[in-house]
């Protein structure tokens, strides 16, 4: 008995150092099993950069070299011909077509399969963002043309320019896009926000396309992208919404009803509810607990408890701890998913 | 961060298929930020597809490479755009492509990519017929994955395969009341995704399948969302309302630990529309925001008092 209670005291304790070593270790290499994150490893990079700016650390990083590998990944127009695959325009998540590394932005030839991902460009203007690039190198022209032409009639919007998804995630990386940039000729705000209002399920909240079961995620990006678009007035139900995200929190929070506790949760979940300025509603010692319960040895958060820490799960648990200021983790912003310098 | 299968591996080096092909490496250096240590296979197939993906080399040799590109790593969005253009230009049968997409997706169920493709072929063979059957493969390992549902909702609207469906998804409920995938699936298919939902009929037949329902296990917020969902936007006339009201008002009674006849009944009290709007009945909805505050749902204590104060306010202004 004593036995355990020593360990539920033991695992209530915010391993920082832990988490600073764990998470900068992927930053340094990572391991082969990562490889399948090889053409998302822009996002990766994101979750480690953002993850060390809510420890505290982001300035002992090698800011340059991490600047440089993100410019490298923009994707111009054609040096000859800049309406040749223009739509391609914006960033790619890795390494992985063959380019010669270009951190200067140096003029290139387009090329049909050489195209951005609508999640790449979010996250790599995220992270200069956060690194306090001053945007110099962005060709913001191309990406705004490239992402005029990812949405879709009905207000959605294309990951890639080709034939592709569309759905919830991306009409939130656009509005990020837009925001970030302090654009908006990119995005048909009207069509968008009919396209959001068109995915809220029976049950509240949203799909992550229409008629589908609502699900923290797909609300976060649905109620996000309206906050951004100044639209989030043209929700009839927002009690009702409310109410369904605050049903969410077992001790952790679920993402769908009658599912299981997720890390990531409290920060879709906490964010949308930060966004409606409730989220001081919900239960901060259980959420909390539940998110350091699954906090590894060596640092790092997981999904749940004894099973392998991730980064993804690492940067979202530490977002929900911030919300909640605990432990001096600052706050992200609920829009755009990261720490904004005021 | 998936763990591969370790299959024997020939260097395409060796090969002679591949011996006109000038491979092109990844150009970083391990110094760049979350640099990869990458298998000794990867790197190789990965620098033959750079070669033929950068001079778009349309081939069947070219396709296969796909394959394995997508072995090591199906999330890569731009394989499959390739993989796409080879298909096309090939003009190969895509009930092959489907064949092969099966076996990838039972590996792979929550990769979005899989499932893009295959509504891509699904959509070139113009014919849903294996769709039905493919999802039920899926749900046996996941019976709540998320793609799998869309997929099957897409290719229920898309090639109008609506028979039987509420048969199909009444056998999940026989398993699990609680399956809110489900409960969603219903909603989808007895509304003909939203169209029907205006259908007096139908909202009175979903109004009596939740409760029916609920009658079995009232903890459940799957079916409560439901029936109140219907409930809401149905054009109910006065005495089907009260008897309804009276059936969760008793139900109230019978569970009283049970945090949904409650909350269902502070909306029916506090809104105007449901005609029970009154100085006693907000004077009840307060009780029980605190009987939920400090017995019945005491995780949401902060959010039944927030609503407590809401109902107070009314009760000050109106009455």
Redesign the interface.
């Known amino acids: 008995m004593e036995q355990k209670e020593e360990k539920k005291k033991k695992e209530l304790i915010f391993k920082k150092k832990q988490h600073i070593e764990w998470i900068k270790r992927f930053l340094k290499l990572m391991p082969t099993e990562t490889q399948d994150y090889d053409s998302n490893r822009m996002t990766m990079l994101y979750f480690v950069v953002s993850s060390l700016d809510l420890l505290g650390e982001v300035d002992n990083l090698d800011k340059k070299s991490i600047i440089d590998f993100v410019y490298s990944q923009q994707i111009l127009p054609d040096k000859d011909n800049p309406e040749k695959y223009i739509e391609n325009c914006g960033f790619r998540g890795g390494q992985f077509f063959g380019r010669d590394e270009n951190p200067q932005c140096q003029p290139t030839n387009s090329h049909l399969y050489d195209h951005s991902h609508i999640a790449m460009t979010y996250v790599a203007i995220a992270i200069l963002t956060i690194l306090g690039d001053d945007y110099s190198r962005l060709n913001k022209n191309a990406i705004l043309t490239a992402l005029k032409s990812l949405q879709l009639d009905d207000g959605s919007f294309l990951a890639i320019n080709g034939i592709y998804e569309s759905d919830m995630r991306y009409l939130y990386c656009a509005c990020c896009i837009s925001k970030m940039l302090n654009d908006w000729s990119g995005v048909n705000i009207e069509k968008a926000t009919k396209y959001i209002l068109s995915a809220q399920s029976y049950e509240n909240g949203f799909g992550l396309l229409p008629g589908r079961e609502s699900h923290g995620g797909s609300t976060y990006c649905a109620l996000a992208s309206l906050s951004m678009m100044g639209t989030l007035n043209q929700i009839s139900s927002k009690d009702k919404v409310i109410e369904w995200l605050i049903r969410r929190q077992l001790t952790g929070f679920e993402g769908r009803t009658n599912k299981m506790v997720d890390t990531c949760y409290s920060f879709w979940i906490g964010a949308s509810l930060k966004l409606f300025n409730v989220f001081d509603l919900i239960d901060f010692e259980q959420c909390s607990n539940f998110t350091l319960s699954t906090q590894g040895d060596y640092g790092g958060f997981a999904k749940w408890p004894d099973i392998v820490q991730d980064p993804l799960h690492t940067y979202f648990g530490l977002c929900g701890l911030g919300f909640m200021k605990k432990f001096d983790i600052p706050e992200v912003d609920p829009e755009l998913g990261f720490r904004i310098k005021k | 961060?998936?763990?591969?299968e370790e299959i024997p591996y020939e260097p395409l080096s060796k090969l002679p298929e591949w011996k006109d092909i000038q491979p092109?490496?990844?150009?970083?250096s391990?110094?760049?930020?979350?640099?990869?240590?990458?298998?000794p296979q990867?790197s190789e197939v990965?620098d033959y597809f750079?070669?033929i993906?950068?001079k778009?080399e349309y081939s069947e040799r070219a396709l296969k490479l796909t394959t394995e590109v997508i072995r090591?790593?199906?999330?890569?969005?731009?394989v499959w755009?390739?993989r796409?253009?080879i298909l096309e230009h090939l003009k190969i049968d895509l009930n092959t492509e489907l064949d092969y997409l099966d076996k990838v997706i039972e590996q792979h169920p929550k990769n979005?990519q899989v499932?893009?493709h295959r509504?891509?072929v699904t959509t070139k063979l113009n014919s849903g017929d294996r769709e039905k059957a493919f999802t039920e493969i899926a749900f046996l390992n996941d019976s709540?994955n998320?793609h799998a549902?869309?997929h099957r909702?897409w290719a229920i609207?898309y090639f109008n395969l609506w028979d039987g469906e509420l048969e199909f998804i009444d056998k999940f409920f026989e398993n699990d009341l609680?399956?809110?995938?489900a409960?969603?699936a219903r909603?989808?298919v007895a509304t003909q995704?939203?169209k029907l939902k205006n259908d007096p009929k139908i909202q009175l037949q979903e109004i009596e399948f939740s409760l029916s329902k609920i009658n079995l296990t009232c903890n459940?917020?799957?079916a409560w969302?439901?029936f109140i969902?219907?409930f809401e936007i149905a054009n109910l006339d006065q005495q089907q309302i009260n008897d309804l009201v009276s059936k969760i008002e008793t139900k109230k009674t019978r569970h009283r630990f049970c945090p949904f006849p409650m909350?269902f009944l502070i909306r029916v009290y506090s809104d105007k529309k449901f005609g029970y709007f009154s100085k006693e009945n907000l004077e009840k909805a307060i009780t029980f925001c605190d009987a939920l505050s400090d017995e019945c749902d005491t995780?949401?204590?902060?959010?039944w008092n927030?609503k407590k104060i809401g109902l107070e306010k009314i009760l000050k202004e109106e009455f």
């Open positions: 961060m998936e763990k591969q092109i490496p990844q150009k970083e391990l110094k760049d930020p979350c640099a990869i240590l990458y298998s990867f990965m750079r070669a993906l950068q778009k090591l790593n199906c999330s890569n969005y731009t755009e390739y796409r253009g979005y499932w893009t509504v891509w709540k998320y549902w869309s909702f609207e609680r399956h809110n995938s409960w969603a909603f989808f995704n939203g459940n917020e799957s969302n439901y969902s219907f909350s995780i949401r204590k902060a959010y927030y």
